[in-house]
């Protein structure tokens, strides 16, 4: 039972350059998202999706890209990053809009 | 936008004592998660209080909803080491978007 498993854990980019956070969860939620944290902010919300298909913007979208094909996978795109997007980024999963398990998260630098 | 205030920032205690962590808001809250975040880990739920007035426990943790559903607390009896963590409230105003606060980093030692 592999819970919510994030690709990679950790990343280095230059700016301008644009990648994908993998997010996969084998629970069969309906409900995942993506979440930044950084020292003195908490956790913020980037984008949510109740179901295949139906994704939202959260609190911080900006910048960032997302889907959701299938049930199992929730991937975020960061279009052309820059520094402001160092990071450490989550993906969650839940039942019922709960975010019930988290991922190990990514660790994100852009230079 | 942080609609959650945790108190206190930072708490560091012995082996044995009791401690209580604060979360409050002047929002109304439908529900309200408590999580334990250890370094280089996502944050792990520990609780959801969903019910003004509600009280849970989770064998020494003692989780509290205020009655107006604006607020909680969470107290920890007899802290061990094992303890030691950044402990998160969270909840939901209204919509899917789920508000974090800081949080409260605590370190429990022998």
Redesign the interface.
Known sequence: NAG?TQTPKFQVLKTGQSMTLQCAQDMNHE?M?W?RQDP??????IH?S?GAGIT?Q??VPNGYNVSRSTTEDFPLRLLSAAPSQTSVY?C?SGRA?????????TRLTVV | ??LLEQSPQFLSIQEGENLTVYCNSSSVFS?L?W?RQEP??????LV?VVTGGEVKKLKRLTFQFGDARKDSSLHITAAQPGDTGLY?C?G?SGG???N????TSLLVTP
């Open positions: 919510v409900y998202s979440y003195g902010m908490g956790l913020r919300l949510y109740v939202d959260g609190e989550f969650a809009n709960t975010e019930a398990f988290f991922g190990q998260g | 936008t942080q529900s998660q999580y280089g880990e996502g944050p792990v739920l959801t998160l969270a939901r899917y978007a789920l974090f606060g800081k949080g």
